[in-house]
């Protein structure tokens, strides 16, 4: 079954993408579908013993992690070291294959209607299976290797993606951007590897998690790094961590992700909600027993979790591309697990991740319909009054921006949408971490889930109430589908329309998991000691101090996230439906701010400075200046002249004439007789 699992989207990715033309895109569609819907109901299989029957159907327990290993083949054998290629699953992988595979098969039905005019969308199914297969081979890795195989896997889907359209000049700018920036992070990802085969002397996660706990009698190691001495548990996770930051797009190494929007909008939902940006939070939590080793690394994936959270919503507040705004929000989110991971709440973070799954596929694929429906207007400017023309998506978008902004009843065990059991207690559990530290990250995500709710509400008062705005200038924020209109005319509103029923599907689902996610497995994840450490049975640490802490924190830090957000809704009502000319007054009155949002915090700007220019400089420098005038120039310049002279000549002697060639090779012969003659000694 765990090989079925993971295979069939391969199996469905090369039959796609070397069959497409022959056997048909209507084909491809269905074959990708089909057997990424066959591998979603096996992971649930999987699954559902492990949440409610008690454990994971033919674990083992090997040391104290309940586990079922597939060995797939022997893979590496050098010197001491026999690497095989085996599957891993255990609760987190559990987790995080139900996650995939879910997400992405409800993407690939929801594709069918929304690639239904691209002329390419059999290569188009290819590479969303190729995607899904690159992060279950991440998700079911037993040892570095084979998780930095499904890292860089994913890695080159979303280059391929996010490309989709190449004729795109953006697109192509787009993929490249995300390729590059996650080769930065993927540098440390891989030193990280190297320094814990070098530490730890293993490359399987057994055997390093049992040298890691060797290390309560022998000491923790030291290692030279950079010229000096350093701890080397602290240099191994902050190196590791450095590639969930890029995979992950925390601060610093974000600014790939918002740029992502250029591919279809499944992808965005796909890249966003299940696979890539997820990854470096389940790499964290897969390790988690070699990051308690470092509290100084611990501290600094929780503070950068807590500033990625602020930053990436304080962003979001004035987003005019309807993606763009889910985007960052996808962006602040993952900054709200992090924190988690940081604080030592590991089974917390990895809650949001779930819970967060199907919220933001839900948005994001409820943002496709609406661009569906305004014939690929993306800029929420130019809406308005969708309700009417698209109640069922309006209703859709309303379920997955509850869940996102957190509604519920704070000390409630069932009342409220997915995203507030999840987040409210990641902010318990920042509160719970006490000190500078500690309270830095909790006012940073209840300031960020005011902006969240703001952010939120803002989209959906744009998009969906009010009048209709027709758009105010030419430029449209398109995404670029290769056949737009659709032979509509007039304005896009009056002709806006409902979304086939194929595309539709994929939201009611996504909405349930939206609503229910995080009432049913608040017990698994959260609630008690005692359940958590049954239900993920050693597969990552439970830190037992800090979930007892982030439970016992006064009311009014239970409470804060929800005034937080109850303050973000008013405040978005107040200003785009009771007084709609506030947004325009407020940009006039402060236009830094407003810029210095907008422009994301000129990081792009600053990178193209620090980074791109001095690159080009250089790489014009060696051009014009080192291989045009000093190499052709200079140094060679006298020799090329020489060969050109010589050339020339013997192309003079190329008469054309026969007896010319006839004479010359009398000549050739005669000398070559002469010379057999002289070295035979006959002369």
């Keep these: 079954m765990i090989q079925a699992i993971v295979f069939l989207p391969l199996i469905g990715a090369l039959i796609a993408g070397l069959l497409g033309r022959t056997i048909g895109h209507r084909t491809s569609e269905y074959i990708t579908t089909g057997l990424l819907l066959i591998a979603a109901v096996l992971s649930w299989v999987v699954f559902l013993p492990v949440a409610f029957g008690g454990g994971l159907a033919g674990a083992v327990a090997d040391g104290h992690t309940a586990v079922v290993k597939v060995e797939v083949m022997r893979w590496i054998q050098v010197g001491d070291m026999d690497l095989r290629w085996v599957l891993r699953v255990d609760t987190l992988t559990a987790i995080m294959l139900v996650v995939v595979n879910t997400v992405s098969s409800l993407v690939h039905i929801y594709s069918i209607g929304y690639m239904a005019d691209d002329p390419h969308r059999s290569r188009f199914f290819a590479y969303l299976s190729l995607f899904t297969f690159a992060m279950l081979m991440l998700v079911t890795a037993d040892n570095f290797l084979q998780m930095f195989f499904g890292w860089e896997g994913v890695g080159l889907a979303s280059y391929l993606l996010i490309g ?16 590059v920036v996650n080769r930065v992070g993927d540098f440390g990802f891989a030193l990280g590897i190297f320094g ?11 055997g390093a998690f049992h040298a890691v706990g060797e290390f309560g009698t022998t000491g923790l190691p030291v290692m030279q790094f950079l010229g000096w001495k350093l701890d080397a548990m602290t240099v191994i996770c902050l190196l590791l961590f450095m590639g969930a930051m890029g995979k992950s797009a925390q601060f610093l190494l974000h600014t790939w992700l918002p740029d992502a929007m250029e591919g279809p909008t499944p992808v965005s939902a796909l890249i966003h909600a299940a696979t890539m940006v997820t990854a470096g939070v389940f790499m964290v939590a897969r390790l988690s027993p070699l990051f308690e080793t470092s509290p100084t690394a611990m501290t600094f994936v929780l503070v950068i979790g807590a500033i990625t959270a602020f930053f990436a919503a304080t962003v979001g507040l004035v987003q005019n591309d309807i993606k763009r705004v889910i985007a960052y929000s996808t962006c602040s989110q993952l900054g709200y697990m992090f924190v988690a991971l940081g604080a030592g709440a590991y089974s917390a973070g990895v809650f949001h991740l779930f819970t967060h799954a199907f919220f933001k596929a839900l948005l994001f694929l409820g943002a496709g319909a609406v661009i569906h429906a305004m014939h690929h207007e993306q800029d929420m400017r130019n809406m308005g009054g969708l309700r009417k023309k698209i109640p069922i998506t309006y209703a859709m978008m309303l379920i997955g921006t509850l869940a996102l902004t957190g509604v519920g009843i704070p000390g409630s065990e069932w009342l409220g ?23 830095f990250a909790f006012w940073l995500l209840v300031i960020a889930a005011l902006f969240t709710s703001f952010y939120s509400w803002r989209l959906i008062h744009l998009t969906f109430h009010g009048t209709p705005r027709e758009p105010a200038h030419d430029h449209h924020a398109h995404d670029d589908h290769a056949h737009d209109d659709h032979g509509h005319h007039g304005s896009a509103y009056d002709n806006a329309h409902e979304a086939p029923n194929v595309m539709l599907v994929p939201l009611y689902v996504l909405a349930v998991g939206a609503v229910l996610a995080g009432a049913v497995f608040y017990g698994m994840f959260f609630h008690d000691v005692e359940h958590i450490e049954h239900f993920f049975a050693g597969a990552i640490v439970v830190d037992h101090e800090i979930i007892e802490a982030a439970h016992h924190v006064p009311l009014w830090v239970k409470w804060s996230a929800t005034i937080a957000m109850v303050i973000g809704f008013v405040t978005a009502w107040y200003m785009y439906i009771r007084r709609p000319e506030t947004p325009a007054k407020l940009a006039a009155t402060n236009p830094g701010l407003y810029k210095f949002l907008l422009n994301k915090w000129y990081f792009d700007e600053l990178y193209d400075f620090i980074f791109v220019k001095p690159a080009l400089w250089i790489g014009r420098a060696f051009w014009k200046g080192f291989d045009d005038w000093l190499v052709d120039d200079k140094i060679t310049g006298g020799l090329g002249r020489r060969v050109l002279n010589v050339t020339s000549w013997v192309t003079k002697l190329q008469s054309g004439y026969l007896y010319h060639y006839a004479f010359a090779m009398l000549i050739g012969i005669a000398a070559l007789l002469t010379w057999a003659i002289a070295a035979g000694g006959l002369i």
Excluded: C, Q, R
């Excluded at 795109?168 to 700018?173: D, I, L, N, W, Y």
């Design 164 to 179: 989709f359209w190449y004729t795109k000049p953006s697109a192509t700018a787009a993929a490249m951007k995300a390729f």
């Design 196 to 206: 814990a085969f070098m530490v730890l002397g293993h490359i399987d996660f057994d």
């Design 417 to 439: 949408f997915a995203g507030f059991f999840s987040k409210d207690s990641i902010i318990e559990a920042a509160y719970a971490v006490g000190g500078n530290t500690g309270m």
